[in-house]
Every structure is written in structure tokens, then in C-alpha cells.
């Protein structure tokens, strides 16, 4: 079944048509902030009967559900926009193909491909393959990769996701953190608003310190950017800026995470004892080749291979 949706400028409401032009909703007064999510959902509140697929077209192209009310309508005209209602799988039939998400031991994109196209299309089935297999959403029916909850799923499963995911996607604050806390390199994809956003950064550095190699330079000279990221991560010392690398205090937070950041410690700083000394309290002699030769055989130094006994040789 298809009907249509009205947002009339300036005071934002919202209206359903059928396709014999009457009114099935509305009109309802909704915020220019709303998502495209946020109307389905409101849709899904107001109709009557199992909860169906929706999708909204405008001029014939799938919005995303990230797409904000306020950027489709323009300040003289009505927009309208199309909305396609597909009958949802039968409680019996979800369950199956869950269970079979679940069950596959073998091919799961194999398994996925064998679905019916109705299955394939399921917001529920296809996150569960998804989570099985991150491959799965490549072959997902292609309006979902419009689809906010699946998009979210397969961030997290596949390195590819975001390229095959609708760009908007890129500025979605939480979307981009998903995908760079399990894939640094996502950050790659990202809308340059949201990598000169402080605040969003450290949240990510947070989670994956790592993620600081794709972070622009300026936040790599950023000393609470950088200590968050060596305090998740020492090896992230490897991608702080120059002027940061050099910082003793920057150092002793890596050190204090892992005893191997002493290979990306700076030279300046190689022969400072109680760098050193940190380092061996963290990794004991498997960090020795690392050390100065004059500090190799200083009693402190040997005397912190015996903080934890894990690490006597």
C-alpha cells in the first residue's frame, strides 16, 4: 500500500494521505528536529494493526532515517512524500529465521542469500544475521542501508559498512562511534563536523585509543585529546603529535597503561630513569632491548622487574 505525508512550511505539520487523497492522519504538529525515524515511529503509533515496514520516498529517492524533517521541506511549498507500507513477517515466521540466524554453524551469507525476499528485508532478521556474519548486510535489501538500527549493527561487524551505508550516516555522532570503536580506520568516512568536534573525540579515544592515528593533527597536539587516548591505549603514543610525544607527563600515562610504549616514548626522553623504570614496573625484561645500555644494569631499574613476579625471567 502506498499513501502520502504533507509538512506544511513553517509551523510543521504533518499530514497522511491515501493515495484517493483522504485524509487517513493528521494534521499533526511535529518539531523541525524530528528524524525520519522519529515519523515512522509517530506512524507506527497511529495505525492500527501489526507494526508494518515503512518507507518514505521524496521525488522517488529513499530517505535515510538520520534525515531531519526541517532539511525536506522548503520555505513556500508543501512537501510531500511517499510512503511505502509492506506487511510485516508473521510472529512464526521472525522467529524461524532468527532461530536459523542463531543456528547456522556454516555460510551464514550463504544462508542469508536463501532467504526469501521478504526476510531479507526484515529489520530484525537482518540485524541478527548481521551480528552473526557482518557480511550479511552487503546483500540486505538496499533500502536498509538507510535503516538506522541495522546501519548501527553493521558498523560494529563490518569494516565495510559505512562505505555502503547512506553517507548521511557519516555525521551521525553515535553511527561513527560505533563503527570506530571496533574500526579506527572508520574515521576515514567521517563528516568533518564531527572530527573537529572536540567533545566527540574523546569520547572515541575514550573507547578505542588507537583511533587517535586517524584523528586530525590538531587534536593529536590536543593534550586532554591525547591523555584520554594513551590512558585507553599506550600504543597510541605512536600517533600523538610531536610536541606531545615529548611530554614526560603524556609518557608516564602510556607507560602506566602498557610497559611496551616505551618504543614510541621520544628520544629525549629514552634516558630519564624514572620513564624507563615505569616501563619495566609494567613489562619487566621484555622491554630491556628498548633500554639505554647505561640503564640496563642500574639497580633500580633491575630492582622493578620483581613488582610483579609474572614477569621474572
Known amino acids: 500500500p502506498r499513501g502520502s ?4 512550511p513553517g509551523n510543521m505539520v504533518m499530514e497522511v494521505m491515501g493515495m484517493n487523497g483522504q485524509s487517513l492522519l493528521g494534521p499533526m504538529p511535529i ?5 525520519v525515524s ?6 507506527h503509533q497511529e495505525m492500527e494493526g501489526p507494526k508494518c515496514r515503512i518507507r518514505l520516498l521524496l521525488e522517488g529517492e529513499l530517505l535515510p532515517d538520520c534525515s531531519l524533517v526541517d532539511e525536506l521541506s522548503k520555505d513556500s511549498e508543501v512537501t510531500v512524500l511517499t510512503a511505502v507500507l509492506e506487511p510485516p513477517l508473521s510472529p512464526a515466521e521472525r522467529a524461524a529465521y532468527l532461530s536459523m540466524a542463531a543456528a547456522v554453524c556454516g555460510n551464514r551469507v550463504q544462508a542469508f542469500l536463501g532467504l526469501p525476499e521478504a526476510a531479507r528485508g526484515d529489520v530484525d532478521v537482518v540485524k541478527a544475521f548481521i551480528k552473526a556474519d557482518g557480511r550479511c548486510f552487503e546483500h540486505a ?5 538507510h535503516n538506522r538500527e541495522v546501519v548501527l549493527e553493521a558498523v560494529q561487524k563490518s569494516r565495510r559498512a559505512l562505505s555502503l551505508a547512506h553517507p548521511a550516516f557519516r555525521k551521525d555522532r553515535e553511527v561513527m562511534l560505533a563503527a570506530a570503536t571496533y574500526f579506527g580506520d572508520a574515521l576515514e568516512y567521517a563528516d568533518k563536523s564531527l572530527m573537529s568536534d572536540k567533545h566527540f573525540l574523546m569520547e572515541l579515544v575514550h573507547r578505542n585509543g588507537a583511533s587517535l592515528e586517524y584523528a586530525p593533527r590538531i587534536m593529536k597536539e590536543d593534550r586532554a585529546v591525547v591523555k584520554k587516548a594513551v590512558q585507553q591505549n599506550g600504543m597510541a603514543l605512536e600517533f600523538v603529535g610531536s610536541q606531545m610525544k615529548s611530554d614526560r607527563l603524556i609518557a608516564m600515562e602510556a607507560l602506566r597503561e602498557t610497559g611496551f610504549a616505551l618504543r614510541h616514548v621520544d628520544s629525549s626522553l629514552q634516558g630519564d630513569k ?3 623504570m615505569e616501563a619495566v614496573r609494567q613489562a619487566g625484561k621484555h622491554v630491556f632491548h628498548l633500554i639505554q645500555s647505561n640503564l640496563k644494569n642500574d639497580p633500580q631499574v633491575q630492582a ?3 613488582v610483579h613476579p609474572s614477569w621474572r625471567l
Not at 505525508?5 to 506544511?8: H, N, T, V
Not at 518539531?31 to 528524524?35: E, K, N
Open 304 to 306: 622493578c622487574t620483581s
Open 274 to 276: 624514572e620513564i624507563v
Open 31 to 35: 518539531a523541525a528536529s524530528t528524524l
Open 141 to 145: 535489501q538496499s533500502y536498509l542501508r
Open 38 to 43: 522519529e515519523v515512522k515511529d509517530l506512524l
Open 5 to 8: 505525508l504533507k509538512f506544511s
